[in-house]
């Protein structure tokens, strides 16, 4: 990555990369060095070269980064700008520019659109600078990002490992394509991220014959994760972390995709509806015992109360259900759609509508935590599951003993729609939500919110968080680490059908193989600096 050049004799020298080496001043020779390792059209959330400044007349500081773009819309364009310095008045005489960026190839200053200033994207091109103001956060108040972390897979779903004495590895699953799905082929592509020491790697599983892509996921009680139905619909993986390995555990009744699972309190776990992969309709529930390595039918956990009322049919309806284990080995269902129920998993099963959400329609790949006991907090979502507008509307379920009527109250709506956006529950009882997108389109980064909120049980109230780099919707997660910051990341992916099969018309621009790290208020002393 570096070399140097001898001016006199015209040699190019390369350098042993494995030696250390001291940099001196001599006339004779030009150093030449690898600034980045990333490639044209890369993502970045920070400048990786050597920036400059400007100041406008009204007195706003901006930041010129060369070699680099905004991708996205641009509300003025100016021709016959022949230096970035030149654009960078040019913003700072317009009221509200707030990025702008300079093609110097073509000499043309674009003023970039501030109305979708979430959904640009910065990235490596040599042809342009971008010119911006740098929003400041206060940690104290705001919490902060770390730059990105890059993976080698698109991260579609991730679980913590549990390790002892504390973990310290996240999991990241795509499915048999690090950035494409379809076909069930039988394998998965997982990255393996060490949040304490940085280190990623790359593994495929394929010993469970199980394309892992869009299951449900639940821990048992003995720390080990069992991995459900998704493009392989009946088929169930068990990732045991002493021996970070996978085995195969016994098939699902019914194949499933797009279902969600829960732990029940007897250890067992339950699951209903899926019908995104397998036959269409029809998925009663069914509760897998691990002691025994068993599926059980539910035929009388009738999915049919819980259904949406999705435009496209019978392969959404049923997908995504709010499920939390309770008492006495009871379910509750708390959405997507606005009626509530209880089911039971002793015998043959059995169903009892608990209550209906108040001045809401159905909520898909809305949020649903339970922030603490008998509390569920629920908000975003849309009626459909894709080209559907998403709401900010936000409630709080309180259920108690098992059968009887929830009790719902609608509080304060969050500043912005979200449809797929993720929550996590953090250690203090506030709720993060991050990600999502003001109209729900699948595979798109169109109408993305990048600011997270916060939730307060106490006030009922939401803060505005500091931002993310890039939007987080369709495909992407948010997971609590054990030293209470949260992983954030993923988004994308592309229907290929298969291995093998051409992956050229997919839209790369919106797959993020990446995630970054936001560590909340409570992380942080009064001066800003990190709490220990």
């Known amino acids: 990555m570096q ?94 520019c707030t990025k702008a960026v300079w093609d110097s190839v073509n ?71 690090k950035d494409t799905f379809g076909g069930g082929p039988g394998y998965t592509q997982f990255a393996d991220y060490n949040f304490k020491t940085g280190a990623v790697s790359q593994r495929t599983v394929s010993n469970t014959q199980h394309d892992m892509f869009c299951p449900g996921i639940s821990a ?67 509760v897998y015992d691990p002691k025994a390595n068993t599926w059980t039918l539910l035929p009388n956990v009738d999915f049919t109360p819980m259904l949406t009322t999705d435009a496209e049919g019978n392969w959404r309806t049923d997908n995504h259900a709010w499920l939390f284990g309770w008492k006495n080995g009871i379910v509750f269902q708390a959405g997507p759609s606005p009626k509530q129920n209880w089911y039971g998993t002793s015998g043959s099963g059995s169903v009892v509508q608990a209550g ?38 936000a409630h709080i379920t309180t259920i108690g003993e098992p059968g009887k009527p929830s009790s719902i109250e609608r509080v304060a709506e969050m500043s912005w729609p979200r449809g797929f956006a993720n929550g996590v529950v953090l250690p203090d009882g506030t709720v993060l939500v991050t990600g999502g997108q003001k109209r729900s389109l699948v595979f798109t980064d169109t109408d993305g919110v990048i600011t997270p909120e916060l939730f307060n049980p106490s006030t009922k109230r939401w803060t505005k968080m500091a931002s993310e780099a890039v939007p987080r919707n369709y495909h992407a997660g948010a997971i609590l680490l054990p030293d209470g910051r949260v992983w954030s990341g993923g988004g994308g992916l592309c229907y290929t059908g298969g291995p093998g099969n051409s992956d050229a018309y997919c839209n790369k621009q919106v797959d993020h193989a990446d995630g970054q790290i936001f560590s909340p208020p409570y992380l942080f002393t009064s001066s800003g600096s990190a709490a220990t």
């Open 220 to 286: 048992l009680e003995d720390g080990r994760i069992i991995i459900t139905g998704g493009s392989n619909a009946e088929v169930s993986s068990i990732y045991d972390p002493a021996s970070n390995s996978f085995s195969r555990a016994a098939d699902m009744k019914i194949p499933r995709g797009y279902q969600t699972s829960a732990t029940l309190s007897d250890g067992r776990v339950f699951t209903i509806g899926g019908s995104y992969s397998g036959p269409r309709g029809g998925k009663v529930g069914e």
């Open 356 to 393: 209906t959400r108040p001045g809401a329609d159905d909520q898909m790949c809305g949020v649903n935590v339970m922030y603490d006991v008998g509390k569920i907090l629920t908000t975003g979502g849309s009626t459909d599951y894709t080209n559907s507008p998403a709401t900010t509307m």
């Open 3 to 96: 070399a140097v050049y001898d001016t006199q004799t015209k040699d190019c020298h390369i350098k042993d990369k494995n030696v250390n080496l001291d940099w001196v001043t001599n006339g004779r020779f030009d150093v030449v060095r690898l600034n980045n390792d990333l490639e044209e059209g890369t993502v970045i959330s920070t400048c990786p070269f050597t920036t400059s400044s400007y100041t406008s007349p009204r007195g706003t500081q901006y930041q010129i980064c060369p070699d680099t773009d905004y991708r996205g819309g641009s509300s003025q364009q100016i021709n016959g700008i022949t230096t970035q310095n030149a654009c960078a008045q040019r913003c700072g005489g317009i009221s509200g």
């Open 107 to 177: 000499q043309v200053c674009h003023i970039k659109d501030t109305a979708n200033d979430a959904t640009q994207i910065w990235a490596l091109n040599k042809q342009f600078d971008v010119i911006q103001v740098i929003n400041s956060y206060n940690p104290v108040t705001q919490g902060s990002w770390t730059d990105f972390i890059r993976l080698p897979v698109t991260p579609v779903a991730a679980y913590v490992v549990p390790e002892y004495p504390e973990s310290s590895r996240i999991l990241i699953f795509s499915a048999w394509g």
